[in-house]
């Protein structure tokens, strides 16, 4: 007991300083270290590999859309860039440049990109010629850059990875479906396998992509009662088109513009499911992305037959598709015991002399604590059952969570008190002006974060200036 003591308590609370914790988590779970540039980040194996399982099982759904991988220039020109102005002037600020190739100076500046509309349009225009090319649905799995001021971790650095779709389309009404397609697609994914549940819907005029016709987002509470956009579908109707010239013969032989859609998620997911589901010990990972989902711990390894019996039930884990670290490591059970809590394995599995006599081991569910015996026939199909236990647990207990912390507000007095001493969302009715989201923000410093497809209206004023009001807004504090 004295061990756990010692090495739990590295950990800062989230009671005392939720900031410190998470950097507590990530950095002692050898997550993630900072690189040597400010503002970047080295993914180590095991924050990669989460990242990869993301990957994996979020591209299969990409491919059920009709959506193929391709892969672009990391370097833009200049030139393409400045084609659309609104959309270079939101970039603006965090636009890293290259001007220099070895000791020359370069003919044109580079971009390193930000986000990839424009070199996009400019392989589109040259690749669509008439209505049977359409529609072309692209993705990229890559790097991007945006010079940040502020940087932590997954949830915003100035190199980070993520995927981005772009896709173009014949009709309004294919591109929008596409755009919707999308952030559902998002939305299930969080849910079901990231046991992250989200409120899904439009973003504000102001908080919209820049360049884009309307933004649509899943927006996730942390534990700390702040909203994180975790992933967001851009429906661009034809402005990047007419920029770009992308035109196609229609069937009935006249040329007309596409309708694009993009949309992304990155490593700020990773970010995102730690603060939604871990605690004081360290990580909770949801069995669907947790790099290892049972570790096998043999007890009183010198006893003959415990290494053997207990290999015996790492081979049949894994021969049920289960992902098993065996840890026959020269430390003590203690020891190995905190490790695996606080890198959030779902399951911890013990394996005595006195277990393998009995037919039985010891189970230890990394969601609730919980000890338990589970016989060693059959282990295997339990411990599948019990991983999808755990994991429609803990989206059960976010979602509770989130629940409990979304307060209807009717003035600005009752939204800054559930942003700031409720330490929730604000559900408030709003009229839509960008001088009342503006005033929220500077008397509360909560931002617009989303108009859920699920309104729930409460009232018909405006929760800042008490005229009519349009439409239900959730306002937050963010990261």
């Known amino acids: 007991m004295a061990k756990k003591q010692e090495f739990v308590k590295e950990i800062t609370s989230r009671e005392e300083n939720f900031s410190q914790w998470y950097t507590d988590v990530i950095l002692k779970t050898q997550m993630v270290d900072y690189g040597p540039v400010k503002g970047t980040m080295v993914i180590r194996p095991y924050g990669y590999r989460i990242w990869e399982l993301i990957q994996q099982q979020l591209d299969a759904r990409f491919k059920e859309c009709g959506v193929q991988n391709a892969y672009f220039p990391l370097l833009i020109p200049e030139s393409l860039l400045k084609k ?30 930000p986000t990839s509309e424009t070199i996009f349009c400019d392989m589109f225009s040259k690749w669509v010629q008439s209505y049977r090319d359409l529609p072309m649905k692209l993705n990229q799995w890559c790097n991007v850059m945006r010079w940040e001021k502020s940087t932590r971790p997954f949830l915003r650095t100035s190199e980070f990875l993520w995927q981005e779709g772009h896709t173009i389309h014949s009709t309004q009404e294919e591109a929008l479906e596409m755009t919707m397609q999308m952030i559902g697609v998002y939305g299930k994914f969080a849910e079901e396998v990231l046991a992250m549940p989200v409120i899904i819907g439009q973003k504000s005029d102001k908080e919209r992509f820049a360049g884009a016709v309307a933004t649509y987002s899943m927006e996730a509470m942390m534990q700390d009662g702040q909203a994180l956009q975790a992933g967001t579908s851009h ?5 990047f088109a007419k920029v770009f010239d992308i035109k196609f013969l229609g069937k009935d032989g006249v040329q007309e513009y596409v309708h694009q859609t993009s949309w992304g998620v990155s490593t700020r997911l990773i970010g995102g499911l730690i603060m939604t589901h871990s605690d004081d010990r360290g990580l909770v990972l949801p069995p669907r992305v947790a790099p290892i989902q049972a570790v096998v711990l043999p007890i009183a390894m010198h006893k003959e037959g415990v290494i053997e019996g207990a290999e015996k039930i790492v081979e049949s884990l894994k021969a049920a598709g289960i992902r098993t670290e065996f840890d026959t490591r020269d430390q003590s059970a203690g020891w190995k015991f905190n490790e695996w809590e606080m890198k959030g394995v779902p399951v911890r599995i013990e394996v005595g002399p006195r277990d393998l006599e009995a037919g039985q081991v010891t189970i230890m569910r990394r969601d609730t604590l919980e000890k338990s015996v589970l016989p060693i026939e059959g282990l295997a199909e339990a411990i599948v059952d019990l991983l999808d236990d755990v994991q429609e647990g803990l989206l059960c207990k976010a979602r509770g969570y989130r629940d409990e912390r979304i307060f209807e507000a009717n003035d600005l007095d009752e939204l800054r008190e559930a942003v700031e001493d409720k330490h929730g969302f604000a559900s408030t009715m709003w009229c839509g002006s960008r001088e009342c989201e503006d005033l929220i923000k500077e008397k509360t410093g909560a931002t617009s974060r989303v108009m859920p497809f699920e309104q729930k209206c409460h009232g018909d004023k405006c929760v800042c200036c008490g005229k009519p009001a349009t439409v239900n807004m959730l306002f937050a504090r963010s990261y």
Not at 89 to 103: I, L, N, Q, R
């Open 235 to 239: 429906n661009l109707g034809q402005h």
């Open 84 to 113: 659309e102005a609104e959309h270079v002037e939101g970039f603006a600020p965090e636009v890293a440049w290259v001007t220099k190739g070895g000791h020359e100076e370069l003919a044109e500046p580079l971009v390193v990109r």
